[in-house]
């Protein structure tokens, strides 16, 4: 069985080649709840949906969260109120929170609305939210306000500097049911290639994860979010560096180290592969762009050989 660490649309991509490899049967995904928000009344999921979305092949191919072919007619309708636009709601996608938010309300844990979304979209992959209690990232600009994590990464584009990151909630917050034995069971644990710092890091803010991934060091795989020391996508390299790493594989590395006993860097850093080790973090050297379903299928085949 594998067990994956799961953000948006970096773990999304390594997942579907994940499936293309070994049954979704035998794949759980423990997904980042941390940004989550309420827009509209409505509870959104964005790693969750990406993840959903991306697995059952209905994912926008261009921008990796939302629909393909998606419609907008009420964010139409929204703009010409005058009302909250920033967040870009497809017909479709808003169909699936307002289920969500329905069923909450009706009492279903977000763990049961997460697998009745999976059935609905025959997914198979079983997906856990990393927790059912309240976990929010929290964004302190440099000599500004604290803003919620999609207001920081969407209406501000993460082009604000930041002074820290918390996630509310994290003391309190218990794994939701599965995270714990899917973590402990698993064959092989794949941190996929997500920002480390607000993808991964509310993860290991959750009470007990960061535990078991200790005790499992040497059957975790990671992918490196960075490649030529930039992410491929979102402010994963400035959020290192305003963190006190380096926007590089062997910054991923560093923050990381405590619990990931292998680090697979793509062919770009092959020389930093020598700084890696001596970080005590195994290093793979391999083709880490997923450009499309063949290169994702050829990385999750070296993640998953690279677990022995
Ligand atoms: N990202 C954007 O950059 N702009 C958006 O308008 C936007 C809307 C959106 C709606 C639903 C959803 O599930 C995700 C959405 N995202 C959008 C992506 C989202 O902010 C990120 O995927 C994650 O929160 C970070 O991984």
Same mark, same amino acid.
């Given at each position: 069985m594998i067990t994956a660490l799961a !953000? !948006?649309? %970096? /773990? /999304?991509?390594l997942l579907a080649g994940v499936v293309q490899v070994v049954p979704p049967s035998e794949v759980t995904a423990v997904v980042n709840t941390g940004d989550d928000t309420v827009l509209h009344g409505l509870h959104i999921s964005p790693d969750l949906d990406t993840v959903l979305y991306t697995l059952a092949n209905v994912v926008d191919p261009e921008t990796g969260w939302g629909r393909a072919g998606e419609t907008w007619r009420v964010m139409d !309708? @929204?703009?010409r109120l005058g009302g909250v636009t920033?967040?870009? @709601? %497809?017909?479709q996608d808003l169909a699936t929170h307002c289920y969500r938010t329905q069923r909450l309300a009706e009492g279903a844990s977000l763990s049961e609305v997460t697998a009745e979304l999976v059935r609905a979209f025959e997914v198979g992959v079983r997906l856990l939210p990393v927790t059912e209690d309240t976990l929010r990232t929290r964004v302190q600009l440099a000599g500004g306000p604290e803003v919620g994590f999609q207001e920081y990464f969407v209406r501000l584009r993460h082009e604000v500097a930041t002074d820290g990151i918390r996630f509310e909630g994290a003391d309190s917050a218990r794994p939701a049911p599965g995270v714990l034995p899917g973590l402990e069971d698993a064959d092989t644990i =794949?941190?996929?290639p997500s920002n480390? =710092?607000? +993808? *991964?890091?509310? @993860? @290991?803010?959750? /009470? !007990? *994860?960061s535990d =078991?991934?200790?005790? #499992? #060091?040497?059957?975790? =795989?990671?992918? +490196?979010p960075i490649v030529a020391g930039r992410a491929l996508k979102g402010p994963a390299g400035r959020l290192l560096v305003e963190g006190g790493f380096e926007s590089s594989v062997v910054g991923v590395a560093r923050f990381y180290r405590e619990w990931l006993g292998t680090l697979v860097i793509d062919e770009a850093d092959r020389t930093l592969a020598p700084?890696?080790?001596?970080q005590g973090v195994r290093c793979v050297v391999a083709p880490t762009i997923m450009s499309d379903a063949e290169h994702a299928a050829a990385l999750a085949r070296v993640v998953l050989d690279a677990a022995g």
């Amino acid at each position: 069985m594998i067990t994956a660490l799961a !953000g !948006g649309v %970096g /773990a /999304a991509r390594l997942l579907a080649g994940v499936v293309q490899v070994v049954p979704p049967s035998e794949v759980t995904a423990v997904v980042n709840t941390g940004d989550d928000t309420v827009l509209h009344g409505l509870h959104i999921s964005p790693d969750l949906d990406t993840v959903l979305y991306t697995l059952a092949n209905v994912v926008d191919p261009e921008t990796g969260w939302g629909r393909a072919g998606e419609t907008w007619r009420v964010m139409d !309708g @929204l703009r010409r109120l005058g009302g909250v636009t920033w967040f870009n @709601l %497809g017909d479709q996608d808003l169909a699936t929170h307002c289920y969500r938010t329905q069923r909450l309300a009706e009492g279903a844990s977000l763990s049961e609305v997460t697998a009745e979304l999976v059935r609905a979209f025959e997914v198979g992959v079983r997906l856990l939210p990393v927790t059912e209690d309240t976990l929010r990232t929290r964004v302190q600009l440099a000599g500004g306000p604290e803003v919620g994590f999609q207001e920081y990464f969407v209406r501000l584009r993460h082009e604000v500097a930041t002074d820290g990151i918390r996630f509310e909630g994290a003391d309190s917050a218990r794994p939701a049911p599965g995270v714990l034995p899917g973590l402990e069971d698993a064959d092989t644990i =794949v941190v996929c290639p997500s920002n480390p =710092v607000v +993808s *991964i890091g509310p @993860l @290991l803010a959750v /009470a !007990g *994860i960061s535990d =078991v991934l200790r005790r #499992r #060091r040497d059957r975790t =795989v990671g992918v +490196s979010p960075i490649v030529a020391g930039r992410a491929l996508k979102g402010p994963a390299g400035r959020l290192l560096v305003e963190g006190g790493f380096e926007s590089s594989v062997v910054g991923v590395a560093r923050f990381y180290r405590e619990w990931l006993g292998t680090l697979v860097i793509d062919e770009a850093d092959r020389t930093l592969a020598p700084a890696v080790e001596d970080q005590g973090v195994r290093c793979v050297v391999a083709p880490t762009i997923m450009s499309d379903a063949e290169h994702a299928a050829a990385l999750a085949r070296v993640v998953l050989d690279a677990a022995g």
